[in-house]
């Protein structure tokens, strides 16, 4: 029974990982693309670099919610049809420095 439940969770998990749409930024425009990862509320993102012309693609999200732990949504930007970059927001690693937190903070 373990092993159903197991095989069931893991299936689940797969088909959401593929459930995630795939666009060309460069063929909308940035209210367009803003639209749709706002409505989708996560999705990959593909254009190809105008200075090297390697293809670039990324996955960007609505909000924190669509981000894994420890992972937090960061504003970037991508190429539209419209704009040279377009706000929108990816997940990044939260990065703590405990080194930089003082135990008694400096008077003056």
Not at 34 to 49: F, Y
Request: with cysteine; net charge positive.
């Amino acid at each position: 029974m373990k092993t159903i439940l197991l095989a069931a969770c893991l299936t689940l998990l797969a088909a959401e990982a593929q459930a995630v749409s795939r666009y060309v930024s460069t063929k909308m425009s940035c209210a367009q693309t803003q639209s749709v990862v706002r409505n989708q509320g996560a999705v990959i993102l593909r254009w190809t670099s105008p200075t090297s012309g390697v293809p670039r693609y990324d996955r960007y999200v609505a909000n924190d919610h669509f981000c894994s732990a420890g992972e937090e949504a960061r504003r970037a930007y991508v190429p539209t049809a419209d704009a040279r970059s377009c706000p929108v927001y990816n997940c990044k690693r939260i990065e703590r420095d405990f080194f930089k937190r003082r135990l008694f903070p400096l008077r003056h």
